[in-house]
């Protein structure tokens, strides 16, 4: 297969894909801009991608893409209902760069209540003021809000409690019983989280119901003297409610994220907000270790090598899970060429759609096979009697979902 990766990649990704015999061509310098130009020329059936976008264009212009892998968490840059009317499987790597993104989290909040950067950037000056920086609140026993309770928020959560902070959580299905293991209060809502933490940290992704989660009313419910950190995506906080909050010197801030954050590694950047006194900032640096690069490349060669080999995606984004079906026909038959093709006509014939169909092998020489087929609409009884008819048919049953 042809692997085109568009961005930063770990080299030992890149060697496992062409020691599984894959032709791969690594251009980590593409913009989003030069990527449909760059589909049409190099006809990939797989694209690895960062933070690139891939647009409509993109995939209009990538003929033979069957599979996108974002090497990364986020999948708000890539066009999912493109994808999905052209059929391509779009797959992300689930938690890998979760570690990663709760140190930096982790960084910004003790930087911001030790004051570290400017008091580094006074020393850097020859000024020593340990009369401004030595007033840290301390983090022991203070409470961390975390917002949305997924795999980042878990992992700071871990360090949280580490240094003795009592920990809240907001997000929309948070199992009771495992959070209370995991020593992690369910806030009741996302209001109180934010009027009962003294440092909140957000780890929801981007999507339409997540755009300005946090915006000007929401700032206001924070304590005085509070920090908000957040490392999960530009958009979900409304950065110009945030720039006014912090002016107002109520609130402070950590952010690795910008509404308006430039999609290439290197570009000039001119934010308001990054400039204020009272915010701590990272260039979306989250999930950039060397050990988070590495479990990405692993995950994302895991991905490829699945899809090659077994035609399965792992992680797949862009399914539709409400779609798959309320009928299961499980036919037993003879393991022999023709009898799926002959089941398949019979749906065919009685106007049955298949959602999602398997077929498995029993073990032994001159075996059978067990096929089991989701059906959208309830075959009728004379369905199953021309299935049953088949010399090669063993059984068939029917089982609603
Ligand atoms: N800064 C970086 O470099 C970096 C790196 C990785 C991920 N991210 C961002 O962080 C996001 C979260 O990553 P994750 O691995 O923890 O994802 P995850 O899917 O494991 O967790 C997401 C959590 O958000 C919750 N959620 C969704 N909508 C919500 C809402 N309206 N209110 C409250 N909670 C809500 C979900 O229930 C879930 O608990 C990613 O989508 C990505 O955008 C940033
Ligand atoms: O969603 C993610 O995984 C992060 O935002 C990381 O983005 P990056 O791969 O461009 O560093």
Redesign the pocket.
Known sequence: MRILIADKFAPRGCEALRELGHEVISEPGLSAGDLPTALADRRPEVLVVRSTKVSEEAFAAGGELALVVRA?????TIDLEAASRRGVFVANC??K??I??AE?AFGLILALDRRICEANAELDKGVWNKKAYGKGRGLYGRTLGL????????EVALRARAFGMRITA?????DRDHAEQEKVQVAAS?DELLASSDVVSI?????E??RH?IGARELALMPEGALLIH???GGVVDDRALAEAVSSGRIRAGL??YEDEPSKGEAPFDSQLARLEGVYGTP?????TQQAGEAIAAETVRIIREFTERGSVPNVVNLDAEHTGRFTLVVRHLDRVGVLAKILAALRRHQLNVQTMSNVVFKGADGAASATIVLENEPDAELLDDIRAHEAVLGADLRAM
């Open positions: 990364g968490a986020g999948v708000n689930p938690g760069n979760a990663a993104v930096l917002v949305g309770y997924g795999a980042i928020a878990r907001h997000a929309p299905h948070i996302l780890h929801v992704p981007y999507r119901s997540t989660l490392t999960a995506r690795d994220v979306h640096i989250g999930a950039s």
